[in-house]
């Protein structure tokens, strides 16, 4: 037996951890091709908050008494499937689970030696993916050029900044705390507490581009502080995913025709496809600490609910993931 | 002595004759190299009245006794210039005066046997351009995609829709009054009367993009109706010009990013060196007849600045003009 957590209500507003149930599951053996997998660290992310709503997205939403399925790494407990043996590390989309079975040829190997299994969840993993694409093929960000990244020091927002910093931008950042805020300082970013300073007087120079991690007022303050032709890198918008009602828009979005800007949206499993010209250039970068990451790590499956409630007060610096295993 | 239309008071909201009034002047001879002109038609256009509230944008805002300058078309009185003679056409940027004196090389000479001088001014001028460039270079439009141009019977948007017709797209416009909603069903194009049918339902089939000339509601109803991948080509937002206080946008713009969209501003300055791709191959459609238009024309020009005001209310089909002489 093992556990998993399912959704068992949709949240409303802030998801509570009333909104998921632990469920014990039977062991289950793999089928030809297949492979079972531990689960160690098991990833909460803040798209996953969309999946629970129950309007059709992107993705399927989560049905109530679904486990969630999601980012996890893991070792092979039993394989049948020839590239991977019992031992190995691998990163899948079991989810919020501690043990589960996968098709082998869905699991990426990871090399231990190379960097910490975790990270292939965080800065090696969809959120360092996700902070290279939008740089690079939305933002076509260029040496010379000024970015504002708001959740900066976020998985996401982390790995942007200091992926801005090494292609030659000047890098402005926004976190929720002061601790945040000197982390980010160590980076070279200049970054600035958001619950302290508005972010139209931090930007008032003017940026080039806008990594929009989190919509809302960051958002509009960017719009009026992007000069002409800049870009907007809509990534995300954790400060709105718990709205019970649409909330309104920026009232300055007539600066995209007056100052000619483009604002672009992205979801990274479209450009699975430049995973690996990312990790060519961000792997070495962070086996050299030129890119630095931190996570935030939660112990127990039991934690994982409130481990994702956190995301949304901002509880982790970095990656927050969830260890479900030694 | 002639007259020209002077700027006396920035609008609040909707502009009033009372913001403007008639001034003499005295009638200047052409330096070397200039050239006198006697406007004939002048054009009144959304987009002065962002210059017309002070606030410095792509240009420069006029100062309160300030004649307005922009589109006209009209005669040479006398040349100090070579390639231009009394009696030929020219298009200028002269705006809401009766006579004028221009550089010669910044006029345009304009061909009476391939088109009336007024279209220089709308389908084959500025409106024109806008309407190609943002189909052609911002919106990347291809065959068999539907767009949805509001301000579909205005200069520009009955110009986008009859090229996008043209280019293989299914088309549907929207307009304000059923006159209107008529002639553009006569184009070809799947027309509505926004002031009876909500965009919503409408574009409830979905788009692929969207030509906004007017912002507001129609924003957001295309927000929601873009399919994943989709475009807005951000021209205008007249819907909004009047605005005493900015207000909310839409309140679904997390379609951003769920939808992967791509909202880009543009202005038409920027893209003059497209002019000669664009009368190459919208000329002949017009020649040929395969793109119509339509001019609404005012008399007088003491009547600018309330043919100005009639943008506002939707007072035009097809391109609105000030003739200023016979």
Redesign the interface.
Known sequence: MSREVVLSARPQGTPQESDFELRDVPDASPAEGEVSVRNVFVSVDPYMR?RMTGVR??VEPFAIGDAIDGGAVGRVVESSYDGLAPGDWVASMLGWREQGVAAGAQLRKLDESVAPPSTALGVLGMPGLTAWVGLVDIGGVQEGETIYVSGAAGAVGSTAAQIAKLKGLRVIGSAGSDEKVEWLRSLGVEAFNYRETRAKDALADGIDVYFDNV?GEQ?EASLGALR?FGRVI????IS?YNDER??????????????????????VR?HSDRFGDFAREVGPWVRDGEIVYRETIVDGIENVPAAFAGLFRGDNVGKMLVRVAD
């Open positions: 969309g997205s992107y919509g958002l002409p809509a990534c995300g918008a709105r649409p909330q309104p828009g920026p009232r300055n979005l007539g600066f995209v025709v007056t100052k000619r800007l483009r604002l672009q949206g992205f979801i479209d």
